[in-house]
């Protein structure tokens, strides 16, 4: 797992780009993100829902606080921006 931040902002806002190796996680971002997948294949099944697969091209968005575990069959590359949602 590694990863380079591009940009911080002091709403705790970021933007960068992250990689990771096969393997199995649970989702542990609190904060809402957006991402778009360069390289690799994972599939994200979110806390009571299905499987999303995900590959290059992929567009994702996971709201705040949501939950999910990965599970990366290729090492997968992607690029994301992560943000509070405001409100309550």
């Not at 902002?9 to 996680?25: H, K, L, R, V």
């Not at 949501?66 to 921006?81: A, D």
Request: aromatic share 10%; glycine share 14%.
């Amino acid at each position: 797992l590694r990863g380079r931040i591009l940009a911080e902002n002091p709403d705790g806002s970021e933007a960068g780009i992250w990689e990771c190796t096969p393997g199995t996680w649970q989702r542990t971002v609190m904060e809402a993100e957006l991402c778009t997948i360069f390289s690799g294949r994972a599939t994200f099944t979110p806390e009571g829902g299905e499987p999303i697969p995900l590959g290059p091209g992929d567009v994702a968005y996971f709201p705040a606080n949501s939950k999910g575990v990965w599970q990366v069959h290729e090492t997968i590359r992607k690029s994301y921006l992560t943000y509070t949602s405001g409100g309550g």
